[in-house]
């Protein structure tokens, strides 16, 4: 079931944690960003960036409400997750966390959209993955840097998983094509977590603008164009 409140805000669907990386054609996987998961919604003029739990923070991410302005539609729910880089384009958390947590308004966060709910009123959380997918890689190809598509991999699930996990990505989620969008915990998503990776060694303990904070990070990350890029080499060379 698709749960919507408030007005315009779609509940995310939340990957199980899973401890093997599922097999099989059924499968695609995307790399695990690490930074905090946002429903970005537009209806004509009006922009709100949402956290997972339904809070507004669009006054925080101007690049993203500008991104969301600029793309060419009448109204557009994405969903996808919130990230900072630092000047080597490794996704950094604590960057992230402090352009949140700040009054100011950080234009270094972005979206990674990897999955399109509604496109100027259609509702299509009952598409399988795979035609939302399409649709999303589509519509992304108009969109400036404010917003980025989370290209998704095929292939072995568990190479994918070790390539990943030795370039330090934070993991990496797999999804089921033939599945529809529901919100809450859903097992046609499932998330496999590099353990090695920094944000396994945070905790979830306290709360900054009302978003999960995850003390102890350690700065730094896999540099996702590096990951795609390095896979889909190797898929041609063997």
Not at 32 to 45: C, E, Q, S, W
Not at 121 to 130: A, E, K, R, V, Y
Not at 153 to 177: P, Y
Request: charged fraction near 30%.
């Amino acid at each position: 079931m698709v749960t919507r409140s408030p007005t315009g805000f779609i509940a995310p669907c939340l990957p199980l944690p899973s401890r093997t990386v599922p097999e099989g054609p059924r499968w695609a996987f995307e790399i695990k960003h690490d930074g905090y998961r946002f429903i970005a919604r537009r209806d004509g003029y009006r922009v709100r960036i949402y956290s997972r739990n339904g809070r507004d923070w669009s006054d925080k991410l101007p690049t993203i409400v500008e991104a969301l302005f600029a793309l060419p539609v009448r109204s557009i729910t994405l969903d996808g997750e919130g990230v900072v880089c630092d000047e080597r384009g490794v996704t950094d958390f604590e960057r992230l966390r402090s352009a949140l947590s700040g009054r100011g308004r950080s234009r270094a966060a972005f979206l990674y959209a990897f999955d399109l709910l509604e496109l100027d009123g259609q509702d299509l959380c009952p598409q399988p993955w795979h035609e939302r997918r399409a649709a999303l890689s589509k519509l992304m190809e108009k969109a400036s840097d404010g917003i980025r598509l989370s290209e998704h991999l095929d292939g072995d699930g568990e190479t994918i998983f070790r390539h990943a996990c030795a370039l330090g990505a934070e993991g990496i989620v797999a999804k089921r094509r033939d599945r529809p969008y529901r919100s809450g915990r859903c097992a046609d998503w499932l998330k496999i977590k590099n353990p090695d990776a920094p944000a396994a060694t945070r905790i979830d303990s306290y709360a900054v603008i009302a978003l999960p904070i995850r003390h102890g990070a350690v700065a730094g990350g896999a540099r996702y164009p590096e990951i795609i890029a390095e896979w889909r080499l190797r898929q041609v060379l063997h």
